[in-house]
């Protein structure tokens, strides 16, 4: 790129004008401040169900974040693979009878094969009583189509 003479020296003369650079800030400086400010619960919380009660607390109308969503649903999914891990994983006591490892015959019949798994929870509890309400009304929609 070539300059005719009186633009080089009008170039040079705004350089001698510019101040000096500003130095770029420091990356751990802001990784610092970011770490050292207080996080909500919702930010920290990794049991599901206080996760849930948290996001219900700050939500005004009960909507949540899709983001939010999905780190409730990582934290259920979480919670539930360990609990199959730890109700696959053989213990000594039952590796000896074989009886207990035995697969169950399933029935052959009309209806289904598999037993309901319920979740810990309280006997007459709101949840409890949430769970039984959900129950009732599936069945009936189920008597209703098969009618």
């Given at each position: 790129m070539s300059f005719d003479p009186r633009?080089?020296?009008?170039?040079?003369?705004?350089?001698?004008q510019l101040p000096e650079p500003i130095p770029a800030p420091e990356?751990?400086?802001?990784?610092?401040?970011?770490?050292?400010?207080?996080?909500?619960?919702?930010?920290?919380?990794?049991d599901p169900k206080a996760l849930f009660h948290e996001l219900m607390q700050v939500s005004q109308d009960g909507t949540v974040p899709e983001h939010l969503m999905a780190r409730l649903r990582d934290a259920?999914?979480?919670?539930d693979s360990e609990r199959r891990q730890k109700l696959n994983a053989p213990s000594p006591l039952t590796q000896d009878?074989?009886?207990?490892?035995?697969?169950?015959?399933?029935?052959?019949?009309?209806?289904?094969?598999?037993?309901?798994?319920r979740r810990d929870v309280v006997p007459g509890s709101e949840e409890?009583?949430?769970?039984?309400?959900?129950?009732?009304?599936?069945?009936?929609?189920?008597?209703d189509e098969t009618e």
């Amino acid at each position: 790129m070539s300059f005719d003479p009186r633009s080089l020296e009008r170039l040079r003369q705004l350089g001698r004008q510019l101040p000096e650079p500003i130095p770029a800030p420091e990356a751990e400086t802001q990784r610092s401040a970011k770490t050292s400010r207080p996080r909500h619960r919702v930010e920290t919380e990794q049991d599901p169900k206080a996760l849930f009660h948290e996001l219900m607390q700050v939500s005004q109308d009960g909507t949540v974040p899709e983001h939010l969503m999905a780190r409730l649903r990582d934290a259920e999914e979480r919670v539930d693979s360990e609990r199959r891990q730890k109700l696959n994983a053989p213990s000594p006591l039952t590796q000896d009878s074989p009886s207990q490892t035995a697969v169950p015959t399933r029935s052959t019949g009309k209806g289904k094969n598999t037993r309901p798994q319920r979740r810990d929870v309280v006997p007459g509890s709101e949840e409890d009583s949430l769970y039984v309400a959900f129950g009732q009304m599936f069945l009936e929609e189920q008597d209703d189509e098969t009618e």
